[in-house]
């Protein structure tokens, strides 16, 4: 059993209200910013990144608007059913339009994780002092108006912008902010009906999210099952306790494997991928080293607070380690020193991980690292007040309450003067993909194939349901999150453009009947029965863990 926590003073509610009103103010503006730029989600120009956005947004689409059939569909090697497909489709049925759920879910996942850090929180205090809630609302905040500046700005791709698209590993990282703080409440239940209530609830969290994405076994399973052993070998909880977390986490996770392995994906073939190129080679510091350098320099002060809560923890977790022996069991709240170390191993963790499959070549990297930009700041750093009484009472005075309330509600109304003059707010149709149902509509084709960067995109915010499959430069399909039963599809046309050049397409299937240009992308057809079934049932041309491709 835990010891118990120090009684702390109620929090502020003033407090809490300021933080709470200063996170939604910072979320409806970055929601109106959205609204503004569409060209966040449908830049169609390198780096070629975004179609992965909307791999829900496509899987909702033909599952709840076209009736498609779950089956047929070939899943990437992380599904994301839970909780990001979960949340993505609650969305899809409360707003309809694609783009108004692609908005609501960036404002949803920014929402769930304030409310997930407030149930952390909660967990390890017994009454968490205000000026900690109101840390945590603050650095949330904090990241919010680092997205909306970026969106001002018109940028399309930086390392926290990944937080505001589905199928991201996001969604990982909100079940494992709520799968600690049930952790921790486990560490302290006392009777048998809160062990099994808390102990389902994890179970259930960690099952599904194995399930659903492999990359909470290094964020949330392995640093959770190193951080109770080093509790257990410190003697802060009892053998007994230890191994029946550690079997709760360790059956959640082989069971979601096995069977993400048997029905979802052949998650097999992904890790012994990952397997075979696992090394670490001197080159992959470098990398990271360059990539830190170059986010210590656009966010100096956001690194600090990283860098300070870093070396502040291991010093508190030390300090406590070390003299525990001479501190009361009631003096030293053990749940703060689980989560300080939790986090610590989380980053060594996360880290090693990166550098040992090597996944750090591409600019989507940063995805990996969320654990690590997040929680030290917006979990870590307002914990660590835990240890300076003084400022924890803080919260308590009316003067600074005001001068809190002041200064945080300034910060989200100074990003007011960037937002765009015109304030038009309409759903988007995209130039390309209005040229492409204009021809649809006259010319009645229907279904093509083409790049991955443009398939997903014309194929989602098409208004005459024109489908488009993406495939390879080899004219076979990508196989992540590809319509169902492909084989059966008669294509009309051929969309050229990035990887799949006219001169390529010609040297395939010929002249093509008719050449159609939209932007900067041309569309061929053929006559009747030139490449109408592209994929044959019959002889297996190539079979990964995608599935089974056939000769053309």
């Known amino acids: 059993m835990l010891g118990k926590t120090s009684k702390e003073a109620y929090p502020s509610k003033a407090l809490c209200l300021v933080g709470w009103g200063a996170l939604l103010t910072s979320t409806i503006i970055l929601c109106i910013k ?53 949340l993505f489709f609650l969305l899809g049925v409360l707003f309809g339009n694609m783009y108004d759920v692609l908005v609501a879910y960036g404002m949803a996942q920014i929402i769930l994780l304030a409310i997930g850090l407030q149930f952390l929180a909660n967990s390890v205090f017994q009454k968490t002092p205000g000026i900690i809630k109101f840390g945590i609302l603050f650095a949330c905040m904090w990241v919010t108006l680092i997205l909306a500046q970026h969106i ?14 589905p199928a991201f590993h996001f969604g990982a990282l909100l079940s494992l902010v709520f799968a600690l703080g049930l952790t921790i409440r486990l560490l302290d239940a006392r009777t048998l009906q809160k062990k099994i209530w808390f102990a389902s609830l994890l179970f259930c969290i960690s099952f599904l999210t194995v399930l659903s994405d492999f990359i909470y076994i290094v964020q949330g399973i392995v640093p959770v099952l190193l951080s109770l052993l ?70 100096i002060v956001y690194s600090c607070v990283t860098l300070l809560f870093l070396i502040c923890s291991a010093a508190c977790i030390t300090r406590d380690y070390r003299h525990q022996r001479g501190i009361k069991r009631e003096d030293v709240n053990k749940k703060v020193i689980f989560l300080l170390s939790f986090l610590l191993i989380l980053c060594v ?8 499959a090597k996944i750090f070549p591409g600019i989507s990297s940063s995805r990996y690292f969320f654990p690590l930009l997040i929680l030290p700041v917006c979990i870590g750093a307002p914990v ?68 991955y960067c443009y398939a997903k995109p014309l194929s989602l915010f098409s208004k005459n349901n024109v489908s488009v499959l993406h495939v390879l ?46 932007e900067d992308i041309k569309i061929l057809t053929y006559e009747d029965n030139a490449f109408k079934h592209m994929f044959l049932y019959g002889e297996v041309f190539q079979e990964t863990q995608y599935g089974k491709f056939y000769r053309s």
């Open 34 to 86: 959205l609204l503004q730029a569409p060209g966040f989600w449908f830049n169609m120009s390198p780096p070629y990144y975004f179609p992965d956005a909307l791999q829900l947004a496509g899987l909702y689409n033909s599952v709840m608007i076209n009736g498609d059939s779950w089956s047929g569909w070939i899943m990437g090697a992380s599904p994301y059913l839970f909780p990001d497909a979960a």
């Open 152 to 165: 001002s700005s018109g940028e399309t791709y930086n390392v926290f912008l990944p937080i505001l698209k």
């Open 230 to 299: 080093f509790f257990v070998l410190s003697r802060w909880i009892t053998w007994q306790r230890w191994f029946f977390l550690s079997a709760i986490l360790t059956v959640a996770c082989v069971l979601g494997v096995l069977l993400n392995m048997m029905y979802l994906t052949n998650g097999a073939e992904v890790l012994n991928t990952v397997l075979d190129a696992a090394s670490v080679h001197t080159r992959t510091f470098f990398k990271l080293g360059y990539w830190g350098l170059n986010f210590i320099s656009d966010y």
């Open 349 to 356: 963790v996360n880290i090693s991980a990166v550098l040992w």
């Open 384 to 451: 660590l007040l835990h240890f300076f009484p003084g400022i924890k009472k803080i919260g308590e005075k009316r003067r600074v309450v005001a001068f809190l309330a002041i200064f945080v509600l300034a910060l989200p109304l100074a990003e007011v003067r960037n937002m765009q003059g015109s304030g038009e707010m309409k759903r988007p149709y995209p130039h390309v993909s209005q040229c492409l149902d204009d021809l649809a509509e006259k010319y009645n084709i229907r279904q093509g194939v083409g790049p």
């Open 473 to 518: 430069s080899d004219f076979f399909p990508h196989g992540l999150f590809s319509f169902p039963e492909y084989e059966k599809v008669e294509f009309d046309f051929i969309i050229a453009g990035h990887y799949l050049t006219e001169e390529k397409i010609v040297e395939k299937f010929g002249e093509p009947k008719n050449v159609f240009s939209c």
